[in-house]
């Protein structure tokens, strides 16, 4: 059986030492910002775009450009990490969807949710977790670690 493969962006986006996420309606976990990446867009527009949907906050990426000379491209900035995600695994095991995801950190200015998109979670629906909470959280372990490495990340880049 053939695996469908989407690309998508996910944000960690840190204030003031801590990260927001918020729980997943349909999937029932807590997550950042993120989603598939559309047709005319780059996985950096992406992330940013899924940011200001989600949670109406303006994303400033935390991400390295390769530093290349090349006459026909440009650098774009480089996720933290390129997740493979298995989305429908069937009874067999064999799996029909997967997204390829590309996760970024960045800085938001406040920490004022609003979302400005159609069918965003609500406001009250983002909570905004330290590394303390994180860790003393039942979330999963690489939301976990994600968070605290986005908030380290962010941190140190100032």
């Known amino acids: 059986m053939e695996t469908t493969r989407h690309f998508t962006a996910t944000t960690y986006i840190v204030n003031d030492g801590a990260t927001a996420l918020h729980e997943h309606g349909r999937l029932g976990i807590h997550l950042p ?15 940013v775009r899924e940011v200001r949907e989600e949670t109406g906050l ?52 406040h920490r004022r949710i609003d979302p400005d998109g159609d069918d965003e979670a609500a406001a ?12 003393a959280s039942e979330f999963d372990p690489d939301v976990v670690e994600l968070g605290c490495e986005a908030i380290e990340t962010v941190m140190d880049a100032r």
Do not use: C, F, K
Not at 124 to 135: D, I, Q, S
């Open 58 to 109: 303006e994303a400033d990426l935390v991400a390295d450009r390769a530093d290349v000379d090349a006459p026909n491209g440009r650098p774009l900035p480089e996720p933290a990490h390129l997740m493979l995600h298995d989305i429908n695994v069937h009874a067999d095991g064999s799996v029909g969807h997967q997204h390829i995801d590309h996760l970024y950190y960045a800085r938001v200015p």
């Open 124 to 135: 009250g629906n983002w909570a905004w977790y330290t590394p303390t909470e994180l860790r």
């Open 33 to 47: 910002p993120g989603g598939h990446v559309d047709r005319d867009e780059l996985p950096h527009e992406t992330a």
